[in-house]
């Protein structure tokens, strides 16, 4: 059980464990080398700017990767907590270190809470930070059970759900699902500096999304790249092939490069349809219950249906016309399988003719 | 002004235009080659799935880019109506083939409002999808007031704002607003496709909003690339560029390649800042009203000031100490301009001591 924390580094993460923390009423120590960011800390609530007088339960050393295992080792000689764990972004590195550096490996646990925003400092900070998010534990060879279970305690605390993997595993995948986006997304950003005066006006939501991660603190940034350098630069080769294929694709459209029309064509289509299977693999997966409206042709019919329906979180998945009467039109119909009883009786209560489809293999 | 509407293509951006010109009380003429999807618009609401008796004020040609040309040829020939505009995604093409092909030039007006989503076909569309959108028009050398002003009154009339390019300046321009970074959400994407299982729990928001786009069609988007290749490939190699260069330092970093660890960490840097710069550039700016508030030293004061002000659309920019009083903290507040005085006022009523910053050069 964790009743008393030491935050060291109060940082848009330290500062928001901190404030989670206090608000479940831990007492929270608060240390930064900037002072001016652990008194602004201390000012947001987060707890008290100076050293706790005896050990805490548990450290949270909230510092860039490189500095995790020194100040670990620093933290350990002082004897200021009896469990320690980190926030850094990449693991096996801190997690080399720490074997290096610290007295007591065994009451150490690397963390990485997988939450953030563009913003960093301690006024980007809230206490809402975690809520929901994972938050990845990797314990060594030598970590010990109680520290895994104190910093298993403060994950929970702050509403994050913990995982456990080894950190080595962690870095190969925030390689992929972190580290390499934020890169994808500064080089697209790059070239949206670079357009010319008047592009502003061409700018949507889809370039926004893209790039909205890309405004994050290019210093700190370098360092958690530098910190993943192996994992990161294995997916970079495979990027920089798919782009390699993809750009002499399209040069060959363009005329100025030698491969064949068809050929550039398929290539394109099988970047972007692995994108697309990509980009589904992002989007929490829930399969939804199927309905079923045959609609005669009488102009905005559908429409209204739609209208009754969505209050009701349905939405139209496709339309075709029904066999052998092409007048009739068959609506297929999504719901959330929690909402789908109380859809149909409402939609049967305002008149449709409402059917659930068999889609599942096994008696639904 | 646009009474009657021919629209020639209902998928999503065809339909969607379809159903606000009909809130807008407009006559509306439905067609497409796949006899559903019209049959789907029209019980949508989106008009009637027929051809017009007489000829419309304006037909809206809404179909792959390639297929303009031959659409509007065969739509002139028809007679079909007094101007005509399309809504391909790039221009030059198209205009090209109007100018080759069409039996009159001068009714013609390219068009791209610029909207969509990731689901395709009429069963997406939305009267409210240009609300406050670009919506470009790329009058040729031979375009007619007339066509102009139909097409103009088209956008006003679905709430979009028009905006006037060269059809060449469009595409380069959308290159690297729209299809770049499509292109670059789909490599993403492609990498989250076949990472090894168990990284789904490491997906986050950024990788989400890095990818969303990259689940659209990919059929409609090879379509797009191939249409746009010229303007396209020439920003794809500046990426590459960029890509390479990052590529190798991240290698170096790795000790597998020729670059020394300074360099590399500067060549990182330089990708990353010139993203966050680009990724500014994405963001409506607007340049808020700064007010300032000095607190003592008294834990949790900034905290409850935020909480008191964050009602009023007040944020923290930064603090720093008080120079020659280290134990006070000056505060750094933002607020939009239109917020500022009751902010102000609500804050002095609440007992806040608050004071409006000093920072446009003429008398604000």
Redesign the interface.
Known sequence: MVRSLLVIGTGLIGTSVALAARRAGVTVFLADRDV?AA??A???????AEPPRHPVDLALIAVPPAHVGPVLRDAQHRRSARSYTDVAGVKAGPERDALRLAPDPVAYVGGHP???R?RS?P?AATADLFAG??W?LTPSGRTGAAALDDATALAVLCGA?P?R?DSR??D???A???H?????????????????A???????Q??????????????L??GI??AN??A??A??????D???R??AA??A??G?GPDGRERA?RT??D?????????????PAQVPDRLRVV?G????????L?RAAAPHGVT??????LPHAEDE?VVHLEVPPAAAGSAVAALDAAGWHVTRAETAPAGR
């Open positions: 001016t008194r602004v201390e000012s947001l609530g987060a707890g008290l997988m939450a953030g563009e400092g006024l998010r994972t990845v759900v995982v993997l595993a962690h190969a995948m925030v992929v699902t972190s390499v986006p934020h890169l994808m997304a500064s080089l697209t950003a790059a070239r949206l500096r670079d357009a010319p008047g592009t502003d006006a061409l700018i949507g889809g370039a926004r999304d893209v790039t909205r991660i890309a405004a994050g603190d290019p210093a940034w370098t790249v530098h350098a192996p990161i630069a997916v970079l080769r495979d990027v920089r798919d782009l390699a993809l750009s399209v040069d459209l363009d100025t064509l394109i289509t970047v972007l349809e692995r994108g697309a299977a990509g980009a589904v693999r992002t989007r609609l042709r009488e102009p905005g019919a559908l429409g209204r739609l139209a998945d496709r339309a075709e016309p039109l």
